[in-house]
């Protein structure tokens, strides 16, 4: 043994049982125990290293995730908003007691999305989503920041928030984001609508079967004056918000509906944006039992099984309305639920597609509906910075019915301010990585789409554009 105490040991001693023992000529062990602690003692450092190592780096991050969040809260507070006490604050009906007190916030649910490429167009439905229809009785008694749009053809009137329209325009405007409006209904109604809708960077009707753009007022193309329009007064607009604007429409976007394999060019006759308000002046609609196209003759053949067709103001789609049949019938009735549920009855042919929306089905070109008109505008807006685009990473939609369940899977995410069908309650539930449902509690109607509209302006500035 190298240790000198140990040198006149002959013998390592211990004891065991109350018995001393002796084992002579034992070897000492000290050299042993104390290389064996040495060890202890390095693991147990490498273990505390690695432990301070693991620590360290969640502080970082808890930092990192803390500066981040509040940078984009700060972000929020100004966003479309004058003032920065505003933030998501809504207006509240003082004749109604039981209405919520305003706060400083709205309560947001989390967004279910993982980091995320540039956004270059967020698209949104109207009805149901910026647009909410109340009973007639909330819609009189709607406070002064709620406008109320004029009655549609149904005789159903929407009422729209002004916090709704700030918001829309801070994501033209504050985040340099396309703006797009995409509605089943028809055009004339859309037209109708405009001073009560945000300003949007095209204007799309008919399932997406007609696209508009702004142009400035006094514009003209092909040597049309296109119709003007401007903005109603609202809560929070600035002078731009009211200036008067024209529209003209995509002509690349309807020769593909005018195609004999589509609408053809017969619907649009007398449905000319031009002769918007000026309906004494304009030609009459040709009848559907005399326009071309494989649409309509898709048309004619349901008339001839006596479905009773919504033609009217309408170009390149056409609806059947539950309310509009004959309850009586009970052949017609049958016919109507299968083409609802899609089990057939009649065939659709292959260049023609269909979607439904609030009992209603819409019957359009194939190549038309939200999807297709939002993925040509995604190509159609100039981005040289991304040459290949996409709906599903650069494009963001708000909706809340069935007719939206096809563009709501393609982009990138989908946001709803109230559901309004059973099928998309069900694809809701099913896939929520995907939507994300702003209705909480007394959070619904215009106070949803505002809570739904500040997510995706949380979004659009979690990227930096270049």
């Known amino acids: 043994c190298p240790k000198p105490s140990c040198a006149n040991k ?6 065991a049982s109350r018995t001393q023992k002796t084992l002579q000529g034992a070897p ?18 490498a273990m505390t290293m690695m432990s301070a190592h693991f620590c360290a780096t969640m502080w970082i991050r808890s930092i990192l995730h803390f500066l981040l969040f509040w940078t984009a809260s700060s972000f929020f507070v100004d966003a479309g908003a004058p003032d920065s006490k505003r933030f998501l604050t809504t207006a509240i009906n003082k004749q109604n007691p039981q209405a919520p007190k305003p706060t400083d916030s709205l309560p947001l649910p989390k967004s279910n999305m993982s980091p995320p490429s540039e956004i270059l167009l967020v698209y949104s439905d109207v009805d149901g989503t910026l647009v909410h229809y109340p009973s007639l009785d909330k819609v009189q008694e709607a406070p002064a920041d709620i406008l109320r749009l004029p009655p549609s053809m149904t005789g159903m009137q929407g009422i729209i928030s002004s916090r709704t329209m700030q918001l829309c325009r801070s ?39 007609r696209i508009f753009y702004p142009i400035e007022d006094g514009d003209s193309t092909d040597g049309k004056a296109a119709p003007c329009f401007k903005s109603v007064e609202f809560d929070g607009a600035t002078p731009e918000d009211l200036e008067s604007y024209g529209l003209v429409e995509d002509l690349e976007w309807r020769k593909r509906m005018e195609s004999p394999s589509a609408a053809g060019p017969d619907g649009y006759v007398g449905q000319e944006i031009e002769a918007f308000g000026q309906e004494e002046k304009s030609i009459p609609a040709i009848p559907v039992s005399e326009r071309t196209g494989e649409l309509w003759k898709f048309a004619q053949l349901l008339e001839s099984k006596n479905l009773v067709l919504d033609v009217k103001g309408y170009s390149s789609c056409f609806r059947v309305n539950r ?24 065939d659709l042919p292959s260049t023609l597609a269909t979607s439904t929306n609030l009992g209603c089905i819409d019957f359009y070109p194939a190549h038309s509906g939200k999807k297709n008109c939002c993925q040509y505008l995604m190509d159609k807006f100039p981005a040289s910075h991304l040459p290949k685009r996409t709906l599903k990473e650069n494009a963001l939609f708000l909706c809340d019915d069935d007719n939206d369940l096809e563009m ?15 099928s998309m309650e069900e694809l809701v539930a099913q896939d929520k990585s995907q939507f994300t449902l702003t209705e909480q509690g007394e959070v619904a109607g215009t106070r949803a789409t505002e809570a739904a509209l500040a997510l995706v ?7 930096l554009k270049p």
């Open 10 to 15: 002959p013998a390592w001693r211990y004891h």
């Open 28 to 45: 000492c062990l000290t050299t042993e125990r104390t290389e064996s602690h040495h060890r202890r003692f390095a693991t147990i450092a």
């Open 171 to 209: 994501i033209r405007k504050d985040q340099s984001t396309k703006f797009v409006l995409v509605s089943g209904m028809r055009t004339h109604t859309l037209l109708k609508r405009l001073p009560f809708l945000p300003r949007a960077d095209a204007y799309c009707s008919e399932a997406g079967g």
């Open 323 to 346: 309310k509009h049949q004959p309850a009586d019938n009970a052949a017609v009735m049958e016919l109507f639920e299968s083409l609802l549920s899609g089990r057939g009855g009649i």
């Open 408 to 422: 709501a899977m393609a982009c990138e995410h989908a946001y709803l301010p109230g559901i309004s069908s059973k």
């Open 457 to 463: 302006l949380k979004r659009l500035a979690s990227t």
